[in-house]
Structure formats: structure tokens, C-alpha cells
């Protein structure tokens, strides 16, 4: 499958990535490659076959619903690349 | 003593519990080997201060016999490892000066045993790769070259500093992660063992994701006893991943028999590939005669999926990649991009993005996002999932005829040159072609250092085990490794 430059805009738009025009026909180049790789899957006879879920069946544990942690604000924002007030900064959302 | 760094888990073990040498001896013995190795770009992040503290605690625990095996082994930790206060950053720029404020569950358990870590080491950004050379801090080198031929050679990826570390005998081992073959490919490539455990043996709180069904850690060592050692520290039920097993581990190290009389080991024909080269194919023939001669029972299979599962790998390892990755918005740590006047917020992500992640990274988020897009989730990640079903009941149908292990190349060549330009990135995906399956079905896999190839290069062979019978592929391992007698190391140019 050949993927046009209007395709490779749209997912690089999907993606929050920001991909100059001059780059598309590159990127839409190697994404075309990929798929073309992954186009082989269309041999197999999938028929009746469940897609995989869980690679080793295991039933998930249950717990309590309870509060185990918290409390550490300074830490969650400790890393953040701007934090005003107690909250994660940024730019204007809601006009 | 001399060459401390040589050692390996299980003699440093009983060096210290004997009293013939220190943690911290031992410890700054690896500190200044990893000084002077600075031009094989395997420890991105040294962490000497913290070293030597865990050494003297580790030391004072000696002291009063309250020693677990690791107790004061100094290791080379993985950068996609969350350590507590120490930079942590997958080898991408966008997690530019972020340090967890929290370690990561397996860290914990190492550190809880008493093991001293000497720094964070290099890997392929994300762990996509198989090269080490999507790393943001440049490359890791293979200590091992071709005779006198002084070419780079990559140790190989993800987990290219790991494996680099070990081989130079940086440290005494170090932890790997493995999602197509990121363990099992750089230890082939570097003459060392690496093992990736059932899928939910280790638990992931804590390493950074890539794949999260596909993602297992797993340690990197110089020998077969070692990484069962260190592999029991590593395994265990964690409540904070729900995929983590609540099963008792063993002690893997007790396994070790070397006694494999009566087990059968398959041999599965479509491993053997067109252009495959002819060492490869020797060594292949080689192993299969040593694990005979042990008096293990060969028996040739059939795993008819299995050229599937490269495509079916790479489908749902970049679709899962682009929904772990969306986490990096420049929001809550690492980078965040420079704004211009009236930029807002979808300015904010797609360049903190772009400038953030490099092109590797880039192009399987962008084709993850692709595939789950709508109109393609059914031809392309349900159908993979489909696939990876089919490839999963291959491995179920020979474990049922009685096969125990599989033993298979571990890579398609010894070390490629580094800095080859890659034009066509689907030719990098197919040096995981022997592995990956193992991640899509959620198996045991171990590579163990069987030969040289004509250039000097160490050649490794992989064996496949059953879901949860770590222990016995361990020892299938133990037999194999006994046979070869693999015992050739780099010599010393860095």
C-alpha cells in the first residue's frame, strides 16, 4: 500500500508531531516501506482465530478500592517543566 | 586479588561472604574501569556517590551474615529504569533532566538485596532499536572487533550499553529489558548470556514503556549461573502491575544440574532462512550436537507462523509505543519546546514532540498511530492480533508433542558495523526475526555465547523455554554453555 503525503500530514496531526512540509514525501516513503513489510499478514488464513488479549491467561487481581498513596503534590509537579501555584502551567486552552 | 571486575555474581558472592575482598573494593575497582572507558559510551549516567554508600551498607550487612547473593555486587542499570533521584530517560531528549521522584519495583528488589548500582547505561531510544544508535546520547561500541581491524562495531540494542558493560567487565552485570529481542540480540552480539523471562515474571512498574504486552526485564551476565542468580533477585509479584504473576520464583540457581538426559528439544525448520549465512548455520548444527551428546532428544519442528511474526511484531509494537508515548507532552516532565508568540496548546505538544523524540521514535509512534486509526484497527491491529494468536498456539502445539526447549540462532549475523546508513529501516527490524516471536508468545528466551565466527566475532544461540520453567531452560542453558565452553574475551583497545 502507498501512502500519499496527505496521509502522512494526517497521521503526523494524529501523532502531535509536528512534521515540516519539505519532509512528507520522505516520511510517506518509509511509512509505504512499513506497510508494505506489514502487508504480508493478509496471507494468513485468520479465520475463526480470536485477536490475542492477554499473552498469558491470567485472571487480573482484585483490590480494595482504597486511597494507598497521595499526599506528595510537590513531588508529582517536581519535574514538571512549569509548575505555578501548586499546578501544572500551560498555555491558554479556553479563550 | 586481582582484575575484580572480571569476576563474575557467583565468585564476587563467595569472595565477600569469605572476607577475601570488599563491596566497596570491588565497587571502586568498577568505578575506575568505567573511567577509563569512556570511548565505549556504555555508562551514560555514573553514579559513583551512590555506588559506594550501597557498597558500605552492603558491606556492614556482609559483616553481620545477613548477606542475599547479590549482597554488594555492583551492577550497570538500564537508562529505561526508573532509579529514584538519578537521571532516568530511555536515551531520548524529551526526558531531558527528569528524575523520578519513585524507583522502579525491580531496582527496589536489587537494591533490596543488597546489589550496588555504578550508573544508568546507554540504549537505543525507547528501546527501538536494534542498533544503539537512536540513542540521544550517542552511541554504545561493542568492546569486541574484527581481529585488528580497529571499525566500530555496535554491541547491538536495545540494550547496547548493558551488553557492553558486561563484556568489557565494567560491572559485574547489569539489567536488560527485551521487547523484540533487546536482551538476547546485544548479548549474542558481545559474548555474553542474556535471558527475558516469561511475560509477567517481572514486574514493569517503574520501566519506562514501550510495548506493554511485549516488555519484560531480564539480566545481562557473564554467565548462565549468573543470570540465574540474578534473575530470581528480579522476578516476583508486584501489585502495581496487574500483568505481574503471583507465583512463587525459585531458586533458579539450585536448578543448575547440567543435566538434560531424556529432555527433548525441538529444532524448527522455518529458523532456517534463506541467505542465512553459513556460520550461522554451523553453529546452529553445532549446538544442536552438543545438547545430543548430553543426551537430550532432538526432535525437528514445525512453527509455521513464524514468518509472520516480524510483520505482526510491527504492527502491535509501534501501536501500542504511539499510545504509551502520547504521555510526553511537555506538560507533567522533560522537555518542553520553546513557544512562539500565539503558539497554544496543540503548538506546545507537536513541537515539544518533535524536538523531543528522534526519527526511529518519531516513525513507529507515527505508524502506531496509523494502524489504530480509523478504518485501519481491523486490517491491521486486529488482524496482528489474530496473527500473534496463530504464532502463540505454534509454540502451544510443540510444547504438547512433548518439545521442552527450542534452541534457534539468537541473531541472522555477528555485529555489524556502526554508522552504515539505513536507508530502508525494514532491514534493521529483521535482526529481531529470531526473537521477537518469543516476545508475541510470551515465552522464556536465553542467548547463550556458543562460538567465534571466522572475523573473531562471538556468535550466540538461543533456546526458547515453556511458560514459567525458567529454571529448566536455565539449566538446558547450564548444559549448552558447559559444551561450548565459551570463554574468549575482547581484548582491551578502549
Known sequence: ??????????????????VEDDALPALAQEFSNILGFIEQLNEVDVEDVEPMVSVEPMRLKRRQDGVTDGGMQDK?????????????????VVE | ???????????????????????????EACLAAIDKADALGAFVHKTPEVAVQQAKTADDRIKSGDAPDLCGIPLGIK???????????????ILNGFKPEYESTVTSQLFDAGAVMLGKLNMDEFAMGSSNETSTYGNAINPWRRGNDDTALTPGGSSGGSASAV?????????????GGSIRQPAAFTGITGIKPTYGRCSRWGIVAFASS??????????????????????????????SADLAVPNFEAMLTGDIKGKTIGIPREYRMDGMPDEIETLWSEGRRMLEDAGAVIKDISLKHTKYALPAYYVIAPAEASSNLARYDGVRYGHRAKLAQGDGITEMYEKT??????????????????????????????????????????????????????LTPATPSSAFELGKEHTDPVEMYLNDVFTVTVNLAGLPGISVPTGLDSQGLPLGLQLIGRPWEEGDLLNTAYALEQAAGFVAKPSQWW
Open chain 1, 1 to 18: 500500500m502507498s501512502i500519499d503525503i496527505e496521509t502522512a500530514a494526517r497521521v503526523a496531526k494524529l501523532a502531535r508531531i509536528r
Open chain 1, 76 to 92: 508529582v509537579l517536581s519535574n514538571a517543566p512549569d509548575a505555578r501555584e501548586g499546578f501544572f502551567a500551560v498555555p491558554k
Open chain 2, 1 to 27: 586479588m586481582t582484575d575484580l571486575t572480571k569476576l563474575k555474581i557467583s565468585e564476587a558472592r563467595d569472595a565477600l561472604r569469605k572476607g577475601d575482598v570488599t563491596s566497596v573494593e570491588l565497587t
Open chain 2, 79 to 93: 537508562d529505561l529504569f526508573c532509579t529514584k533521584g538519578v537521571p532516568s530517560q530511555a536515551a531520548s531528549a
Open chain 2, 167 to 179: 563484556a568489557a567487565d565494567l560491572c559485574l552485570a547489569a539489567t536488560g529489558t527485551d521487547t
Open chain 2, 214 to 243: 511485549l516488555d519484560q526485564a531480564g539480566p545481562m551476565t557473564k554467565d548462565v549461573r549468573d543470570a540465574a542468580i540474578m534473575l530470581e533477585a528480579m522476578c516476583g509479584h508486584d501489585p502495581k502491575d496487574s500483568t
Open chain 2, 353 to 406: 514532540r518533535a524536538e523531543g523524540f528522534g526519527s526511529e521514535v518519531q516513525r513507529r509512534v507515527m505508524v502506531g498511530t496509523y494502524v489504530l486509526s480509523a478504518g485501519f484497527y481491523d486490517a491491521y491491529y486486529n488482524r496482528a492480533r489474530k496473527v500473534r494468536t496463530l504464532i502463540k498456539k505454534d509454540f502451544e502445539d510443540v510444547f504438547a508433542q512433548g518439545v521442552d526447549a527450542i
